[in-house]
């Protein structure tokens, strides 16, 4: 199986490797367009600027590309937030394939949202064999709001969305990666589709 991690201006690249390593995946990390339209799965993760890494993807003409992909596609935190339509992360028009908002938590609690966290309302296969109020790690500044699209949430200051799905495309904001075995469950069950 040929698994596809999108290579752009955004950090993580390399835990995610790690992870789908210890799954038995030997993944390519790449940016070339034959590569991503021909892998079996890609995954974009991302820790990072939604602005710098939108006009990294615009440079290297990754845009369209990313959008028309039909294999199953796993977006993780940067790169679920850059998969909605417009971050307010220095106003950044994002890939629209989610129809929702990124907004920047308000300033009540410690931001960034940092830490372990549960997530709630699971409605995806890609969550299929996890509890309700399952434990997952968060790093983030900025979050999607609750949308039709919305598979899990979680609350920190509100309820933000945790988990999109539409079609072939799926997202986390946390860091399926870094979160034990149930984030382990969730990769097994991305690469098992």
Known sequence: MKV????????????????LNRLGITPIITDDVNE??????????GVGEARAAMD???AKGLVPVLKSLKQPFLGICLGMQLMCNHSEERDAECLGIFDVQVKKFPA???????????IHSLQSKLLTDLPENAYMYFVHSY???ICPDTICSCNYILDFSAGLQKDNFFAFQ?????????????????INI
């Open 174 to 190: 946390f860091h399926p990666e870094k979160s034990g075995t149930d984030g382990e469950q969730i990769l097994k069950n991305f």
């Open 56 to 58: 990294y993807l615009n």
């Open 108 to 118: 009540l609690e410690k931001v960034p949202h940092m830490g372990w966290n549960t």
């Open 36 to 45: 991503l339209q021909t892998a079996d799965k890609v995954i974009f993760p």
């Open 4 to 19: 596809a991690i999108v290579k752009y201006n955004a950090g993580n690249i390399q835990s995610v490797s790690y992870a």
């Open 143 to 145: 979050y999607a709001e």
